[in-house]
């Protein structure tokens, strides 16, 4: 390529920076968090590197995910909807058209898509998406999962509707105003979807742990990456997504054992915690 070429801006260059303005300018962006995991990007596929945690709780979080959608689809064939949603129920994630909101580097999108889902993962950070495509291109992934530079609620203004499932996890305590985001992801759902909701609550114990001993004393997470105040307690997230017009399903908690460095799920939901909730079918 001749030096002029590769030095002066494409089309496609100056939309990309028209489009980065455009989200960075967005309301419910916060441009600080976006550069925060763009700079960590290289180490989205390092077991050891900063996102070791959540290569190390996606196997719990994965088999939470299925399990309800398993039965979130068993619900609607007891409300009625029998016609293949019994076969349906049965194949979790397999044919789902899924839906992953903030998926950074595609750990979780990745781990769906291998389980037989149709997935997209969106993201605001453009080094995360060039990490997820890289290592989803090497795992021959690319008929399967696609990714997008798009804020979810643009998304869900021309495709409302046009998921199974959603999932947005570990983000909605990065975002000035999350509850945009759980309205979205119920706009984006098929009546009978399942959106599967992660995050942080908020209380002395949460900081202790979640800040002090994740970010401070064990450094399991890089310092700074949590922020108290942006912290959700379950009544607030259930509010919103009862608000939006979610029915309640399912609620658990992450734990870790600092000791035997074991993770499991269980119902004390005083740290980490994720919720499943459903869209109706009417």
Sequence with gaps: MSSALSSSPTSSDTTKKRFDDTVTNTINVDPSEVEKFNNLASEWWSNTGAFATLHEINPLRLNWIEEN????????ANNGNKTGAI????????????LDVGCGGGILSESMARRGADVTGIDLGTE?????????????????????????????????????????MEMLEHVPDPSSIVQACYELLAPGGVCVLSTINRNPKSYLFAIVGAEYVLRLLDRGTHDYAKFITPAELDKMAINTGFARQDIIGLHYNPLTKRYWLAQNVDVNYMIAVQKPLG
């Design 87 to 98: 076969k349906t129920a049965e194949q979790g994630l397999a044919d789902k058209k899924v």
């Design 69 to 76: 959608v398993k039965r979130g689809y068993q619900n609607d």
């Design 128 to 168: 995360n998406l060039k990490a997820a495509t890289v290592h989803a291109s090497q795992g021959g992934l690319e008929n399967t999962l696609r990714y997008q530079h798009i804020p979810v609620e643009e998304l869900a203004k021309t495709h409302a509707g046009q998921f199974d499932v959603v999932t947005c």
